[in-house]
């Protein structure tokens, strides 16, 4: 059976990886949770899982969600695919939901395949642009004893709060891995004491740090080892391409706009849109209802004269938190619910990058109302422990939600590094993320946890993070061996689609925009 599935593994990814980084993804996992993984599709977005968690390749992740588009107009004839674009570790990850079409004999043609079109209707295959995961350097570098290869020293609250309050700088011994990212980093001095908020996130820290610390070495260490990380001696060439910034039609703002427009008469109005070969939607469709996308393949919305590309079995509802009754006229009951909060804080109010909510109009979020008896609650939280503990002490609760589990996920570079020093005072190279199970009914609970893990307390989800602000990496992977499969998944505040997934927010096309694709190109 073993030599079978490796047979076929080389016959479908030869081009693409060594069988040595396949054997060393299967045995990593239990024999019975292998077999659970074929069930539900191969997730090789996820690249490597250790019992401190998982390194995940976001990008590989969204382009394996089936970003192919029927073109009838095309030419007879093989396209060939270019592979100009595609990443490193892109060819790791294949999406659990991920609806990629097939060739005739049967297997799925990867990104720098030929796809046949037999005279009649081309595809056209997009990948989203590389360079927004070039993170090679980290943001700010660390000191040389804070090098991830150093190993974890212990410090204690009382020697960060006085350290940092006295300006001194920690003397450590260079690491040979290190010395070219371990330049002279000045620390700010800071004359003022520490306020409550600081001195509660710096007793968090000193709780998490040796688990984050640990945890991500051995994840990175497996990396290198198979070749997804590296140590960049090169620049990459489309680092010459120009990366766009500011694109879409202000999407948010739209959703401003549809509260003037007359009230719908829902008795007499659709609940869902559905997508047909027609790329123009009018604006107050995709504003009223859920729109979805049920084909086996991707398509291509206009909205406000902007493209938007809509992923196969997704569906999604573009609205702000006023206009969420649509949602619910869906009348689907979900399995799993990710919530992406835009909490408040003073970053977010100096640069007015978005709309935020307080912690108030976070709990009037229908969640009971969407959620399926026993369903699992994964909330992103920023570091501040004043949001962290509202989530478990305060809107857990009012949802009946039980909290299981705080996981982190941890932001490191292309050759695995922190993105941002671990002890940092200002950022942390780690967010969290809290997990939960809606309360309900004990038989309905017990019967649906039958054949499916216990969350975990602690967990890492190590990824290179997307360079766009607040792209956060997929769970899709990572959860799959807590649910069953074939589960109504949803996500809240959502800036991007998955297939398999409804998405709701008032920028849930937002990394949709076809400028952060780009499109392979027909070989004349």
Not at 245 to 259: D, F, Q, R, T
Not at 281 to 299: F, G, I, R, Y
Not at 326 to 354: C, M, T
Request: hydrophobic share 35%; glycine share 6%.
């Amino acid at each position: 059976m073993v030599i079978s599935l490796i047979s076929e593994l080389l016959k479908k990814n030869s081009h693409r990886r060594s069988l040595l980084q396949e054997v060393c993804i299967i045995a990593s996992y239990s024999f019975r949770e292998f077999i659970f993984f074929l069930k539900r599709g191969a997730m090789m977005s996820v690249v490597h899982r250790l019992t401190a968690g998982w390194l995940v390749d976001h990008l590989s992740f969204i382009n394996q969600c089936g970003y192919e588009v029927c073109d009838s107009f095309a030419h007879s004839g093989g396209v060939t695919l270019d592979t100009s674009f595609t990443s490193i570790g892109d060819c790791h990850a294949t999406s659990t939901f991920a609806a990629t079409s097939s060739s005739r004999d049967g297997t799925t043609p990867g990104i720098g395949d030929t796809i046949e079109t037999e005279g009649e209707t081309a595809r056209k295959r997009y990948v989203f642009r590389k360079e927004f995961f070039d993170i090679s350097k980290p943001h700010i570098a660390a000191a040389p004893e804070e090098q991830l290869w150093q190993g974890c020293p212990e410090v204690s609250l009382t020697e960060v709060t006085a350290s940092h309050n006295s300006g001194e700088h920690r003397e450590g011994t260079k690491s040979g891995i290190g010395d070219s990212v371990a330049s002279a980093r000045k620390k700010r001095k800071r004359k003022c004491v520490f306020n409550q908020g600081e001195l509660d996130a710096l007793e968090y820290h000193s709780k998490v740090r040796k688990l984050i610390w640990e945890g991500t070495l051995h994840l990175v260490q497996e990396g290198l080892k198979s070749g997804f990380l590296y140590h960049a001696t090169v620049e990459l060439s489309c680092r010459e391409n120009d990366v766009p910034g500011h694109v879409g039609c202000g999407l948010a703002e739209l959703c401003e706009i549809a509260k003037q427009l007359p009230a719908v008469n829902e008795s007499d109005h659709q609940v869902v849109h559905l997508l047909d070969d027609e790329i123009s939607v009018p604006e107050q469709d995709l504003l009223s209802c859920v729109t979805e996308n049920s084909s086996s393949s991707a398509k291509i919305v206009v909205l406000m004269g902007q493209k938007y590309l809509v992923p196969p079995k997704s569906s999604f509802l573009l609205s702000d938190i006023s206009c969420l009754q649509p949602l619910l006229n869906y009348k689907k009951k979900y399995d799993v619910i990710v919530i992406d909060p835009p909490w408040e804080n003073k970053s977010v109010k100096r640069s007015n990058r978005y709309s935020y909510l307080s912690s108030w109009q976070i709990k009037q979020i229908p969640v009971p109302a969407l959620a399926a008896p026993n369903c699992l609650v994964v909330t992103w939280v920023t570091n501040r422990q004043k949001h962290l503990r509202f989530v478990k002490d305060e809107l857990y609760p009012h949802w009946s939600v039980k909290t299981l589990a705080e996981w982190h996920w941890v932001k490191i570079t292309r050759a695995g590094e922190f993105v941002l020093p671990l002890d940092s005072l200002h950022k942390k190279p780690y967010e969290v993320l809290v997990l939960g199970r809606v309360k309900g009914d004990v038989e309905e609970a017990l019967r649906k946890s039958e054949d499916v893990l216990p969350i975990p307390e602690h967990k890492l989800i190590v990824s290179i993070p997307c360079s766009l602000h607040s792209h956060k990496p997929p769970l899709t992977a990572v959860l799959a061996e807590f649910i069953k499969p074939d589960v109504e998944c949803l996500e809240l505040f959502a800036r991007n689609l998955q297939p398999g997934w409804t998405s709701w927010g008032n920028e849930v096309l937002k990394f949709q925009h076809i400028d952060y694709f780009t499109l392979l190109q027909n070989e004349n």
